[in-house]
């Protein structure tokens, strides 16, 4: 089991940059693949950034060039968030997959993220 805690939300104007922390009960570099998702009400979570165990990234097209995901050699993953937009507005959720058969991925509790125009 993977214990998910996110941390670095709040509210930011247009433009501004903010940071989001996931702190895994795991060391990050033993799962298959962590990432960020977002959600706005009544929409599904959708991914915004993924970080395989390789260290291959991939983003989604509205926050290519502006964000990057990354980690650190212990249990944190990170989001960097540059020229954040009011369409980047939502509750941040950091996901870990095992990539196991019959092993669930893993969430955490969200995070808000509030971009002002």
């Known amino acids: 089991q993977v214990q998910l805690v996110e941390s670095g939300g709040g509210l930011m104007e247009a433009g501004g940059s903010m940071r989001l922390s996931c702190l895994s009960s795991r060391k990050v570099l033993t799962i298959e693949s962590m990432g960020w998702y977002r959600q706005t009400p009544g929409q599904p979570r959708e991914l915004v950034a993924a970080?395989?165990?390789?260290?291959?990234t991939d983003y989604a097209d509205s926050v290519r060039g502006r964000f990057t995901i990354s980690r650190d050699n212990d249990k944190t993953i990170y989001l960097q968030m540059n020229n954040l937009k009011p369409e980047d507005t939502g509750v941040y959720y950091c996901?870990?997959?095992?990539?196991?058969?019959?092993?669930?991925?893993?969430w955490g509790q969200g995070t808000q993220v509030t971009v002002s125009s």
């Open positions: 996901n870990a997959d095992l990539k196991r058969p019959g092993v669930p991925a893993y």
């Open positions: 970080l395989k165990w390789t260290g291959a």
